[in-house]
T-cell receptor
Framework: KNEVEQSPQNLTAQEGEFITINCSYS?????LHWLQQHPGGGIVSLFM???GKKKHGRLIATINIQEKHSSLHITAPHPRDSAVYIC???????????FGQGTRLTINP | EAQVTQNPRYLITVTGKKLTVTCSQN?????MSWYRQDPGLGLRQIYY???????DKGDVPEGYKVSRKEKRNFPLILESPSPNQTSLYFC??????????????FGPGTRLTVT
């Protein structure tokens, strides 16, 4: 079993349809990252959160530390939101991030 | 503009021919790391560096070397590349170690094919 698991692996939705990507982890953490990887390959950091909820435009990330679970929501997604979304968990003392497998999101017009 | 740069972006080479992938950051970050990304396996850490002249192995260091002679640069060296090193490589930097609560900055990626 992976230490960081994402679901679903693939998600196709229509433009404007609210979507949710989930991330569950089994390792202890101080924070969790959500990353976006576009078809060109580059990775950008979307959120870093250690509690509660963060919002940036149409993107909302939530985390429940007790349940070791985080969700990424996109309200009214556009086709340009099509990308791979990756959650990553910092491992304190091990100087590294452990990454989920990624969720490939496709938004159709 | 704060950024992490990598070169080359694409490379096709042959087995055994030594190569270096450069990584440079302009944010004065102490912590830098190399990852490889493979289908079905996600991103895995190859090596990391806590500061100049301080490097250590990640999860998949076999076949790779690194050096950190200057704070801004962290090259990845493949002394004798093999086809199983065909992958997408990312360099990343952050002000503090990846295990701490701080943002990670990724380079654009280097797609390497070893034939």
């Amino acid at each position: 079993k992976n230490e960081v698991e994402q679901s679903p692996q693939n998600l196709t939705a229509q433009e404007g349809e609210f979507i949710t990507i989930n991330c569950s982890y089994s390792v202890g953490i101080s924070a969790l990252h959500w990353l976006q990887q576009h078809p060109g390959g580059g990775i950008v950091s979307l959120f870093m959160l250690s509690s509660g909820k963060k919002k940036h435009g149409r993107l909302i990330a939530t985390i429940n530390i007790q349940e070791k679970h985080s969700s990424l929501h996109i309200t009214a997604p556009h086709p340009r939101d099509s990308a791979v979304y990756i959650c990553a968990v910092p491992i304190q003392g091990a100087q590294k991030l452990v990454f989920g497998q990624g969720t490939r999101l496709t938004i159709n017009p | 503009e704060a950024q992490v740069t990598q070169n080359p972006r694409y490379l096709i080479t042959v087995t055994g021919k030594k190569l270096t992938v450069t990584c440079s950051q302009n944010m004065n970050h102490e912590y830098m790391s190399w990852y490889r990304q493979d289908p079905g396996l996600g991103l895995r850490q190859i090596y990391y560096s806590m500061n100049v002249e301080v490097t250590d192995k990640g999860d998949v260091p076999e076949g790779y070397k690194v050096s950190r002679k200057e704070k801004r640069n962290f090259p990845l060296i493949l002394e004798s590349p093999s086809p199983n090193q065909t992958s997408l490589y990312f360099c990343a930097s952050s002000p503090q170690p990846a295990g701490a609560y701080n943002e990670q900055y990724f380079g654009p990626g280097t797609r390497l094919t070893v034939t």
